[in-house]
Structure formats: C-alpha cells, structure tokens
C-alpha cells in the first residue's frame, strides 16, 4: 500500500516517497496572532494533523518532522497592540497581544484533537535567518536595494509562476502590492522594508542603515530553512495561499539555495465559507472556533463533533459550514459514542484504565488507512467507520481505535465511557434533554468547564436541573432553587481552604479541578474565596 498525495505544483497525485525516510519533514503555515482564530483557519490544522498521524503512523513517531509556524509580525497585530495597550511601548504591547491570542489559538485546536506540532517558531525569534537569506538574494542577484526596501526581482527567476499557473497580468493584479516608482518590474516584491514610526523595527541587512521589518513571504522561507533544511517533503496551507505567498516562498527558497524545487510536494486545502456565502465580518457571518465551542446557533459543540464534521468533505475541496452540517455531524457521532460504550459495559469494561489499556497501541483498521493512503480521503475513512456493524469487544475497539487515529477520540474522551452507568430523570423524557444529559457527561469526560456550563445554562432555561447523585448515576429533575449546588460548591471550597491550610496541596488541586468540573471558576483573596459559574 503506498500514499499517493496530490501536488498542487504538478497538478497530478503522485507516490509519496520522502527524502530521508528516517527525518520526514512537513511545513505549514500558522496563524497571525491577532485575534481569535476563526472556523476557516481550523480546517487546515485539521488536515494537517490528520496526514501528521498518518507519517507518524508509516515512519516512526520519532522520524517525523511537523513545522507550523506563528507570524507575530503583521500590521493588524500592531494595531491591536497600540488599541489594547495604549501605555506601553509597541514591542512590549505587540508581545502581550501575540502570547494571550497565540494561547487562545492553542487551546482551541486542542479541543479539536490536534497534536502539537515538532516546532512551533515565531517569526520575530528568527529575523536573522530572514537577514541571511536576503543577503544571499542580493549578493546572487535575484534581490536589489531600492529606497530603503530590499526587493525580489522576479523577472531573475526564469521559470516564476509555476505554482500558481497564472498569467503575466494576473501575477501584477493578484499580487496586491504597493505601486512604487523605485520597482523595477511591477511584479517585484518586498522582501524588507524600512519601518514607519511606531512600528516594529530590526537593524536592516545589505547595507541599508534605517530599521526595519521584514515582508511576509520571507518569514517562511527562513523557518522552513532553519527547521528542515534547504528542500523538505512537503509543504501545506490554504489555496488562498498558493499566488502570492507560496509562489513567492518557492523564488526566495530555489533562487538563495539554488534548488530546483523548495518542498517535494506543495498541497492546500481548499475554501471554507459559512452558509453559502465568504465568510466576513461585514456579512454577519464571521464565525470563531471559540464560538463554536461556547455556544453558536444555541448549542456549543464538541470539538470531536466540529472535526469529525470536517472530515466529511475531502480536504481539496471546498466546505460550506452551516447549522445543519454541524447538526449532523454532532448527533452521528454522539451515536457512535454511545454504541462504543454500549460495547465497553457489555464486555464489563467501564473502568478508564482498562479501557485505556485495551486501545493502547492498537492500529487503524486497514479500511480506514486504505482510503487516507488515497490522498487523505477522510470521507470515505469516516464511511469505513460508520460501515463497523458487529459491536463484539474486538469491533468495538477496532472502531474506537479508528475514531482515536483519526483524532476524533482523544485520549479524554475515553473518560467519557467510563464517566457515567446511567441517566435517571424525576422527569418526563425528551430526545432534547438526554441529549443534552449526553453532552454534559462528554463536557465532564474532557475536563471542559465552559462546555459544561453551558449545558447547565441549557437546562436552566428548560427549568431544569442535573445532579450527580454518585459518580456513575446523573439525575435530572425540576429545578426548585439552587441551594443543593451551593451548599455542595461551598462544602467544597470549605475542604479546599483546610487543605490549603495544611498545605496539602495536592488535595486543593483535587479539589479545584472537581470544581471546574461542575462549570465553577474560583477567585481566591487575601479575604477568602469566592465563586462563579464559568461563562
């Protein structure tokens, strides 16, 4: 069985076959760090993560190489910072700006099962790679000095354009850049440019004496070069990225290296837009993976739900998002979840160590694997998992087992079959309320404060409550008053402050996570502690 990709610059789908089998090298480009990361942003992670498993999974956990970079240099990051930090120096404000919405980004696509990559360099820690590379393009011709901004002189490079295939007039009109007299061709772009007042600034390569900054493409030449090297396997984005930021990667990257190709294979994924229109601001329709999680549509969703939704449409093709989409997606597989654990109790396995020791070490089934060897064909490997119809023990953990691959069942998750024996209602039952029983008992397996908390505010509003009478029995009942919850949380936060004064801290750490569990966020002062559901 072989892995064929699809390569954009060839426009064909070839056998892959790495440069080094024992070091497989990936480049993809990250986020700009300026703010939340939006539904659009998380389908390339998911896709890469996804072929990230399936290297590991050929080549040894240890043999491959994922880079994703993070750009913390950008003009809408400088705006943010002198917005929010009006009082402190750009640089200090720009770095406060990046760290919290770099944070916010990897929380995010933590819940939606993404490993971390091998290397996640920041743009603004390797100005001096970006430095070496631009001398090497002067010093060989392909780059010249013009007012202070260092260009690339694209005519230089005879065969600029292969990536993108478009025409003369297509390159000026698509490459978006500034009109300036001191260009030599239209087509030319900045590889460095002098810093405005206010803006951040490094000292400049080729003997220009103004700081500086450097342009965008050249970011990711330099890490990929410090990372993986003058040509690696396989480099990845967004099609939005192909003309002109990959097309400019591969003039830099082949022109200072004097290579014949950058990366083995450039693949994209393709557009997403949100119920049948581009996703913007503007149009209403602008739409966060935080969001999501929190509640988009009346409902917050599972990021197993968001990314097995995903996986529905092949990564080369365009997605719609919608509210039926992700609706489907959510209760397929909450059935499969359930039919899993189902299996599990029947076989007597509810405790989590033993379920975690049965899915250890165990492989895709070779359906599943067959079809993500064809291209990444996660459509047809989500049918190989819905076509699992025998639930014997061995069935059922061949299915986790696939779902576990294809990160949809995190290790987490597993919790989640073990969390619970039973729901019991004082109430007369609806699809609506034990599938929101469901969600809560998902929300308590993952340790997910925020997306326990809003299935409570869920029944709040139906009048609702959910009580954990043990820990493998939920009750739901009327809700009278609050009181049973408060006097459980303050008991808590009771037991909490003796242990704190016995400094037996690993019992007040217990204790708090128990407390974030039930969706309460603790805020301690020097006049005690005090409580809040989590929002």
Not at 167 to 190: N, Q, S, T
Not at 308 to 335: C, F, K, V
Request: glycine share 6%; proline share 5%.
């Amino acid at each position: 069985m072989e892995l064929k990709l699809y390569d954009t610059l060839t426009r064909e789908k070839r056998v892959f076959k790495p440069l080094d089998p024992a070091n497989v090298r990936m480049y993809v480009c990250g986020p700009t760090v300026y703010d939340f990361a939006h539904i659009g942003n998380a389908r390339p992670v998911i896709v890469f993560d996804v072929l990230f498993r399936l290297l590991r999974h050929l080549y040894g956990v240890d043999h491959v190489t994922y880079v994703r970079n993070i750009t913390d240099v950008d003009d809408k990051i400088n705006a943010r910072a002198a917005e929010e930090y009006p009082g402190l120096p750009l640089n200090a404000a720009i770095r406060k700006v990046t760290e919290k919405t770099d944070k916010q980004f990897h929380e995010d696509v933590a819940a939606l099962g993404c490993l971390p990559p091998t290397v996640e360099p920041r743009a603004t820690e390797h100005i001096a790679e970006m430095k070496t590379l631009i001398e090497r393009l002067v010093a060989s011709g392909n780059a010249y000095v013009a007012e202070d901004n260092v260009l690339f002189s694209v005519p230089s490079m005879h065969d600029y354009g292969r990536l993108s295939k478009k025409p003369l007039d297509e390159l000026i009109a698509g490459a978006r850049v500034e009109v300036a007299p001191y260009k030599r061709d239209a087509r030319d772009f900045v590889l460095w440019k002098p810093s405005k007042p206010g803006e951040p600034a490094w000292p400049s390569p080729a003997g220009i004496s103004a700081p500086g900054r450097p342009g965008w493409h050249i970011e990711c030449s330099a890490m990929s070069w410090k990372y993986l090297g003058e040509t690696f396997d396989i480099h990845g984005g967004g099609i939005d990225l192909v003309f002109p930021h990959h097309e400019d990667e591969i003039a830099q990257s082949r022109c200072a290296f004097h290579t014949p190709v950058m990366a083995n294979f450039w693949m994209h994924n393709g557009f997403l837009q949100v119920e049948g229109e581009k996703m913007s601001k503007s149009a209403g329709n602008f739409v966060t993976i935080r969001e999501l999680l929190r509640g988009w549509k009346g409902h917050a969703w599972p990021g197993s739900a968001i990314r097995w939704a995903m996986l529905q449409t092949h990564y080369r093709q365009p997605i719609d998002w919608n509210i039926e989409m992700i609706s489907r997606s959510a209760n397929e597989l909450l059935g499969l979840l359930n039919r899993l654990r189902a299996g599990f109790r029947a076989q007597g396995l509810v405790d989590f160590d033993q379920l975690r020791n049965a899915l250890r070490d165990r492989k895709p089934s070779k359906e599943v694997l067959s079809t993500l060897m064809d291209d990444l064909n996660s459509p047809e490997a989500t049918a190989a998992v819905r076509a699992h119809k025998s639930w014997n023990i061995e069935e059922t953990i061949r299915c986790a087992a696939d779902l576990t691959f294809l990160g949809v069942l995190k290790d987490s998750d597993i919790r989640y079959f073990a969390a619970f024996h039973a729901i019991s209602s004082d109430v007369e039952n609806s699809d609506k309320m034990m599938g929101l029983a469901t969600d809560y008992q998902v929300a308590r397996a993952n340790n997910d404060p925020l997306f326990a908390a809003s299935v409570l505010s869920q029944f709040d509003n139906l009048g609702l409550k959910i009580v954990e009478k043990e820990s493998s029995l939920l009750v739901i009942s009327k809700k009278s008053d609050n009181s049973n919850f408060d006097e459980s949380v303050q008991r808590l936060i009771e037991e909490r402050a003796k242990a704190r004064v016995a400094k037996n801290w690993t019992e007040s750490d217990r204790i708090r996570d128990e407390l974030a569990k039930m969706g309460v966020v603790l805020k301690d002062t020097k006049d005690g502690t005090t409580w809040e559901i989590a929002r």
